[in-house]
T-cell receptor, first 115, second 112 residues
């Protein structure tokens, strides 16, 4: 069964450093998403991406964040200068184009720890 | 008012019993409703989606939606210890935006 994959599973970084989180969405899906979940808190939407551009972003997704689809399979989230409060699980998800109700399937996540 | 609310639990049921999980939402124009299961330290796993008023059954799971009351529930029949997890309710508004808005989740413990 096709699935979303994410690398790395765990990333430790120093405050102020740049990190890139990588995702490979399900191959026939055209909508991609990043969510994050701080320990003990709700899952929070960060950004959605379709047709090589951002279709929606949240207040969390400020200028420190960017997303890119560098090739036909990868989808990346970059945090330019990490802060302590960026420590969280980051989940990539994907859904099919044209599916009105938008079932989203999640990858296993990357645990980001900012020291 | 929180957008999506769930009782955090823990909800404890004996093995073989029916577990009932509830979710309310505040935005009347919400269109699509999803139940995800999340084991500790893992990612959300889609269990059920429901879009129309009434019941939708899939194996041991039944989702129920009442848009007039802005209420969605998940029933798990014949609960198993492996069902012990946090159950997340997620809601999508009508329109082109596709973001999911999440509840905090209800922790379920199924006791052997």
């Amino acid at each position: 069964e096709p699935e979303v994959t994410q690398t790395p599973s765990h990333q430790v970084t120093q405050m102020g450093q740049e990190v890139i989180l990588r995702c490979v969405p399900i191959s026939n899906h055209l909508y991609f998403y990043w969510y994050r979940q701080i320990l003990g808190q709700k899952v929070e939407f960060l950004v959605s991406f379709y047709n090589n551009e951002i279709s929606e972003k949240s207040e969390i997704f400020d200028d420190q964040f960017s997303v890119e689809r560098p090739d036909g399979s990868n989808f990346t989230l970059k945090i330019r200068s990490t802060k302590l409060e960026d420590s969280a699980m980051y989940f990539c998800a994907s859904s099919e184009w044209g599916e009105e109700h938008n079932e989203q399937f999640f990858g296993p996540g990357t645990r980001l720890t900012v020291l | 008012q929180k957008e999506v609310e769930q009782n955090s639990g823990p909800l404890s049921v004996p093995e073989g019993a029916i577990a009932s999980l509830n979710c309310t939402y505040s935005d009347r124009v919400s269109q699509s409703f999803f139940w995800y299961r999340q084991y500790s330290g893992k990612s959300p796993e889609l269990i059920m989606s429901i879009y129309s008023n009434g019941d939708k059954e899939d194996g041991r799971f039944t989702a129920q939606l009442n848009k007039a009351s802005q209420y969605v529930s998940l029933l798990i029949r014949d609960s198993q210890p492996s069902d012990s997890a946090t159950y997340l309710c997620a809601v999508k508004r009508a329109g082109n935006n596709r973001k999911l808005i999440w509840g905090l989740g209800t922790s379920l413990a199924v006791n052997p």
